[in-house]
């Protein structure tokens, strides 16, 4: 049996609403732009990560991945994260699309298959939140 649609729509109204199988829900959206470990994060929340990539250059502060990664396992929300590759040991990939690199200083026509991925022990809320049986 085909999945059902799944994909999200960010509105101008700072608000998010997700098709999990035409189940709409809706939440209030609130963006932060700093150190992931210094967040509060409110209960019910989802959280999306958009680390630097690993293996890209071009990023004037260190970041440790494994220190990030150990950080989203520890999380009681959802964790999403948008990356090319994350370890398969701790992470299952959600989902990917193929994309045109539109930051290289080289080559803007190469393509990228851009991901998005949860923690393994999330991946059962992940399903049930996005409208599957958890299973």
Partial sequence: MR?????LHLEATNSLKINGGG?????KLTTIVGDYRNVVIPENSVIYCDPP???TAGYTTAF????????????TALVVISEY????????CVA?????????ATNNALEKVEKLFVPKRQYKLYKR???GNGG
């Avoid at 999945?3 to 994909?7: M, T, Y």
């Avoid at 440790?64 to 999380?75: A, G, L, M, P």
């Fill in 129 to 131: 939140m996005m409208g």
């Fill in 64 to 75: 440790s991945h494994t220190v990030f990664y150990d950080w989203c396992e520890r999380q």
């Fill in 3 to 7: 999945e059902p649609e799944r994909c």
């Fill in 23 to 27: 189940n709409f829900m809706s939440a």
């Fill in 96 to 104: 990917s699309r193929k994309r045109k690199s539109t930051f290289s």
């Fill in 85 to 92: 590759w994350m370890p398969e040991d701790r992470f299952v």
């Fill in 53 to 55: 990539y690993k293996g």
